[in-house]
C-alpha cells in the first residue's frame, strides 16, 4: 500500500511560526535585543532552536520581523560600506530615504519611531537593535580610534532627517526632493565616516 504525502505543513508544527513570534515578542520585551536568545524564545515557543532558525534566520531577522522594521541596516549597510569610499555617505542617505519614500515602509518606520519614542519598553529594545546591528556593524569598519563616536554621529544624522521629514514634516524639508537631501546630507555622513 502506498500513501502518499499531502502538501502543506508538515503534521505537528501547525501554529509553531505564531508561537515563536508570540514567544519572541515577550522575550524582547522582557530582555531587550541584547538580553533575549534564539535559545530562550524557543523555550518559551516549546520548539527547538532549529525551527526557530528555519523561520527566521537570525536574532535581526527575527527582530525585524516581530516589531516590523522598514530598513534591514544590518544587512544593507555592511554592502554600502564595502562600496566606492567617496560615495558611502550619499549611499546611506539615499538607502534610507528610498526605502521611507514607499508609502508601506514608510508607515511602519514611522509607526516604529513613534512608538519608540513614546514607551519605555520598547526605546531599549530597538536602541539595542540598533547599537549591535548599525552603529557596531559601522564602527566595526572604521579604522579609527573613535569610531563608535563616529558610527553614533551617523545614527543621530540619520534619525534627525527621518524625524524632521516623516514625522514632524517640516515643510522644506518634507517637500525636498530625494536627490537633493542626498547631495545636502550625503558629504556630513561621509565627514562624519572618514574626515
Known sequence: MTTTRRRGRPKGESGSRDRIVVAAEHEFGENGYDGATIRAIAGRAEVDSALVHHYFGTKADLFAEVIGIPLRPDVEVPTILQGPRDEVGERIVRYVLEAFERPDQRRRGVTMIRVAVGSKA?????????????????SSRLDVPDAAL????VASQIAGMIVTRYVAKLPAIAEAPVDELVARIGPTIQRYLFD
Open 150 to 153: 563616529r558610527a553614533n554621529l
Open 122 to 138: 520598547m526605546s531599549p529594545v530597538l536602541v539595542g537593535f540598533l547599537a549591535r546591528e548599525l552603529i557596531g556593524r559601522i
